[in-house]
């Protein structure tokens, strides 16, 4: 298997495992999917709900804890 072949499909697996944790974290917010998209300053990612408010959280917690969880569980740049 090459470098590349390898490389895609760490990114693939890396991709469903926090697709899981997403959807497991986020049931009661009506959780529908996620787009992740590599930029030059780090990683975007972009939540499709139905509550974002109990996502964001009050003052923006909630939104912080998940994003420092997916940064140590899953090596993500900020």
Known sequence: ???LAKH???QGIKLM???E???????RAGFAGVDIQ???LGVRITLRTS???LVIGKGGKRIQEIT???????????
């Open 1 to 3: 298997m090459s470098p």
């Open 8 to 10: 895609f499909i760490e």
């Open 17 to 19: 495992q926090i697709n």
């Open 21 to 27: 944790y997403l959807r497991s974290e986020l049931v």
């Open 38 to 40: 590599k930029t030059p």
């Open 51 to 53: 509550r974002p408010g």
């Open 68 to 78: 420092d969880i997916l940064q140590e569980r899953f090596e993500l740049e900020n």
